[in-house]
């Protein structure tokens, strides 16, 4: 590729330049890729196409990749991410990073300007902005160039998360000197926000991964900033705007208004509509001017900021343990129950059932902040035909799971087309079936989205209870590529886990042995454990009663099916579309192949066991865990998955999990498997 019309090479022919070459043309061309970066991620105004800048971004990295001894810490080239770390050591901040008094009452705002004004003269003059509703962030620059990035902590000390915010666009990784010198050492705080159209389109992604979305864009900034992987922080569309230099006293900087000119002098964004105020009423002209701006912003605001312009009579002022007395948060009341749709997303559940679900400009509902909000079928949003730019009334559903009861109609405004659910599966993009108003995914067994919660119930306390399988690490396990069948989970091993977040070499082996434990379940939990439509531990039970074996509910017809009490014509249907369905007998049989040995029921046995609870944790010898529960439960006992004030007795085998820990907090009895044992015998049970 032969060199751009602004002069630079292009991608090849940087590939091909000699090191004397490289090193006269590198620090030019970073240059002008930080200039780019300025004009678009902070002044919003792009010169160049995406294609002309990818063809400058690309050309540095190849000379970089070719003379790694040319790379600097602040290219540019920094912000795709680095290797993740273990943990976030902890760091003191330069100054402190107080949070601010607020108050909704005008009230309290004229006898807070009283106040100040006592302190400052009548000539003091106030600085507004939105206050931004994200996460704070200190920046700390040596010399310009960013030498460390922190979350806010405690206002004293926060978390570094330096190779976080490098990938942040709008954060400069060297201050702009081209109207105002650089500071030995500037320490800047701004808040890190995520915009409302990027926030959806995040959640939507989350969701059709089946992953649990953010509450509010509030959370999701904070947590994109504390990954470990700072790869995963770079994918993530973060901004940041600056509003304070921590450090102004030692600048020089008289005001808050010279501060602000600073930072934009030195290449930082800003948050829009920064103004001043000579009074009460200024203040509460430009809270209300906002209060009615806020549902047309791209981002969350939850307020306005008022803080005491000047900086030499704030220290008069001072501050108590937490807030400065030189500053106030003027908020907005909350939005109550009636809000926006900014989109319309699919999530898929462990059924395969897909769901549309209305991505909401949050609002409180009931003390709690909503995001998002069930639309439930396909019928009831033609029902209540909801679309993208609505704005709808929302309820908590029983006070947990939020819905949108109706759409408010706005007489003059245009509306977005119809929302139409999709014809193939967003996690896999299987052909969607319909079965009345339900749209499914029939890919049970190798969609992404239904697989992550299909091995979580697999593992779960009523199936084949493998402790340490919960939702976090079924997802890791999937979207690692560690597991994409239930089979799967038996050809992992302990080296496999190590590499995950939260695994070190002991939790990774308990695992496996977990794992391992399972491969000899009872009938019922297996059945259970399949996640069979309609079956339920009751029904899985009665099934496994009934046939004694796998391959006879297997090959049961639904005339057999329906002799068994409780099944009746519509779920002897389901059961016997599960078992001939070729995909998910392949599954089971994959999983017998790799080692799975299911029981067959047996008779029950006693009742001298009857009115005692068993936990079992660890390995034993005599018996699996799953052995020990059946031999507790055929003799009239019940052997339960957690501990709690009920249970009787913990039996705590080789290598115990956090079950023994739950045991001595409850003060409930341990026994060794030969105190089991004993027990046993004592009751009148052959061990």
């Known amino acids: 590729m032969s060199p751009g019309t602004d002069g630079f090479p292009g991608p090849d022919e940087a590939g091909e330049l000699s090191r004397e070459e490289a090193e006269d043309v590198v620090g030019e061309l970073r240059e002008e890729v930080r200039r780019h970066d300025h004009l ?66 005008r009230d309290d705002v004229d006898r807070w300007v009283g106040r100040v004004r006592e302190a400052a003269g009548e000539d003091a003059s106030f600085l507004l902005e939105p206050k931004l509703d994200g996460a704070s962030v200190e920046l700390v620059y040596e010399d310009g160039r960013l030498e460390r990035g922190a979350t806010r902590g405690d206002g004293r000390e926060g978390e570094e998360i330096t190779d976080n915010v490098r990938t942040i666009g709008s954060v400069p990784l060297v201050l702009r000197e081209e109207d105002r010198e650089a500071p030995s050492l500037l320490a800047v705080r701004g808040e890190a926000i995520f915009f409302l159209p990027d926030f959806q389109e995040l959640n939507r992604s989350l969701m059709e991964r089946d992953e649990e979305p953010f509450a509010n864009p509030r959370n999701a900034a904070a947590g994109s900033l504390r990954q470990l992987d700072s790869r995963v922080t770079a994918g993530r569309p973060l901004h940041l705007l600056a509003y304070e230099v921590l450090n102004a006293g030692d600048l ?24 001043t105020a000579a009074d009460a009423d200024g203040i509460a002209e430009y809270h209300g001017r906002w209060g009615e701006r806020r549902d047309e912003l791209d981002y969350e605001i939850d307020g306005v900021v008022v803080k005491l312009d000047q900086h030499a009579p704030r220290e008069a002022l001072g501050s108590t343990a937490r807030h400065p007395r030189w500053a106030l948060a003027f908020k907005f009341e909350p939005r109550r129950e009636e809000t926006r749709v900014e989109d319309i997303a699919v999530s898929v559940g462990r059924t395969g ?52 009861v109706e759409r408010l109609k706005e007489p003059g405004r245009k509306r977005e087309p119809p929302f139409s659910m999709p014809g193939t599966c967003p996690a896999c993009g299987a052909d969607v079936e319909r079965d009345g108003p339900l ?87 297996f059945l259970y454990g399949l996640g069979i439509p309609e079956v339920g531990e009751a029904v899985a039970r ?93 003799n009239g006992g019940r052997a339960a998955s957690s501990v709690s004030s009920e249970t009787d007795y913990v039996v705590v085998g080789e290598d115990p999990g956090q079950k023994a820990d739950d045991a001595e907090e409850e003060g409930v009895e341990t026994l060794d498997e030969d105190g089991f044992t004993d027990l046993l015998e004592e009751k009148g049970v052959e061990p």
């Open 252 to 275: 020089d900087l008289e005001s808050d208004s010279e501060a602000l000119e600073a930072l934009d002098d030195w290449g930082f964004r800003l948050p829009e509509g920064i103004d």
């Open 542 to 634: 009665d099934l496994a009663d009934h046939f004694g074996s796998l391959e006879a509910v297997r090959e049961a017809d639904e005339d057999a099916l329906q002799e068994v009490p409780g099944v009746g014509p519509k779920m002897a249907a389901k059961i016997r579309d599960f078992f001939e369905d070729p995909r998910d007998r392949e599954a089971i049989d994959e999983l017998l192949e790799a080692g799975v040995d299911v029981r067959e029921a047996e008779e029950t046995g006693t009742d001298l066991l009857e009115g005692l609870t068993f936990v079992f944790t660890g390995a034993l010898e005599r018996w699996t865990r799953d052995e020990a529960r059946e031999l507790v439960e055929s």
């Open 353 to 404: 059932k897909l769901t549309p679900v209305a991505l909401l400009r949050p609002v409180e509902v009931g003390g709690v902040t909503v995001a998002r909000a069930s639309l439930h079928n396909r019928e009831e949003v033609e029902r209540k035909d909801v679309r993208v730019g609505d704005r709808v009334r929302i309820q908590r559903a029983g006070d947990v799971i939020p819905e949108v």
């Open 40 to 105: 678009y991620y902070v002044e919003n105004e792009p010169e160049i196409s995406d294609a002309e800048y990818d063809r400058l971004f690309v050309a540095l990295e190849t000379i970089e990749d070719r003379f790694p001894e040319l790379a600097t810490d602040d290219s540019p080239t920094r912000r795709v991410g680095a290797p993740p770390r273990d943990e976030f050591p902890t760091v003191e901040h330069v100054a402190p990073m107080l949070s601010l008094e607020a108050t909704r009452e």
């Open 439 to 525: 749209d499914l995914c029939p890919n049970r067994f190798e969609c992404p989205a239904q697989l992550k919660r299909r091995i979580q119930h697999y593992a779960a306390r009523g199936a084949l209870d493998i402790e340490g399988v919960g939702e976090e690490t079924a997802d890791l396990l999937v979207e690692r590529g560690l597991v994409e069948s239930l089979a799967d989970l038996y050809r992992l091993e302990a080296g496999d886990l190590e590499e995950l977040e939260g695994f070190a070499e002991t939790s990774a082996e308990r695992l496996i042995s977990e794992i391992r434990d399972s491969r000899e379940p009872a009938l019922r939990r």
